[in-house]
């Protein structure tokens, strides 16, 4: 059998957003276990995202944009956060572990992204109209000296 034929084994050191460091086994770079529980990594992120989900939906009406007003410490690992929906005004205060709150900070983050690129799509296209419209105005004389 060839070198490269041979799976390669490797162990790397993983920071938990909780704190906490694991140990990951991986072979040919996909990852097989976690090795001080013997969890799939997968099921963990599963069971965090589901967690973060179910704080991110409303239980009023189902809207999946819920979102923190207020955070505070609560003991050494977890968040108390008041939760605010903003389609029926429906207000929570539930208390999380770090990696649920750490989870829900990541998604609120990614949420903001896509409205910043959506912003900024968004302006683009309205500078390109107005360039459009500047353009069709000057070339058919549309513009007066008064206009300025
Ligand atoms: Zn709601």
Redesign the pocket.
């Known amino acids: 059998m060839r070198d490269s034929e041979q799976p390669k084994s490797e162990i790397r050191t993983v920071r938990l957003p909780s704190g906490r460091q694991v140990e990951i086994s991986y072979l040919d770079g996909a990852a097989v276990s976690l090795s001080d529980q013997g969890l799939a990594i997968n099921e963990f992120e599963a069971e965090l995202q589901e967690s973060v989900d179910a704080l991110l939906n409303?239980?009023?009406?189902?809207?999946d944009t819920?979102q923190p007003v207020e955070w505070d410490g609560y003991g050494p690992s977890r968040w108390k956060i008041e939760l605010r929906?903003?389609?029926?005004?429906?207000r929570c205060t539930t208390i999380v572990e770090d990696d649920v709150a750490e989870g829900c900070d990541r998604a609120h983050q990614r949420g903001a992204d896509a409205l910043e690129l959506t912003l900024t799509k968004l302006a683009e296209e309205n500078a390109e109209r107005d360039v459009q419209r500047l353009r069709f105005a000057l070339s058919n004389n549309h513009l007066l000296p008064e206009d300025f």
């Open positions: 409303c239980g009023e009406c189902g809207c819920v929906c903003p389609n029926c005004e429906a």
